[in-house]
């Protein structure tokens, strides 16, 4: 399975931006691909997961109401529309893929390489 990032990008305070993650290799129907963010000296930060098969998502209570992660069939892409961007929200966002459901970057096997958002006030 391999997972490519992109997106990223400088953009400021209220601004939107969408990063996107293409999923090539085996990828199952119970699977998630998630995005997660981190900052210099802290761990991966859970943002959002889509549900491979019926496209369940789940957010994290920071970003919901502004980010929405969706999923593109033909394209086997995931992406992440960020709006109404923070200065909190700036960091490299990765993509990864887990078996199953969950918030903790551990359980995600597979990661794409990371985009860089900044948000500038």
């Known amino acids: 399975v391999q997972l490519q990032a992109s997106g990223g990008g400088l953009v400021e305070v209220g601004d939107s931006l969408r990063l996107s993650c293409v999923v090539s290799g085996r990828i199952y129907s119970s699977h998630l691909v998630g995005w997660f963010r981190q900052v210099p000296g802290k761990e991966r930060d859970f943002v959002a997961a889509?549900?491979?098969?019926?496209?369940?998502?789940y957010y994290d209570d920071s970003v919901k109401g502004r980010f929405t992660i969706s999923r593109e069939n033909a394209k086997n892409t995931v992406y992440l529309e960020m709006n109404s961007l923070k200065p909190e929200d700036a960091a490299i966002y990765y993509c990864g893929r887990a078996n199953g459901y969950s918030t903790n970057w551990r359980s995600y096997g597979y990661w794409g390489q990371g985009t860089q958002v900044t948000v500038s006030s």
């Open positions: 889509i549900r491979w098969n019926d496209r369940r998502t």
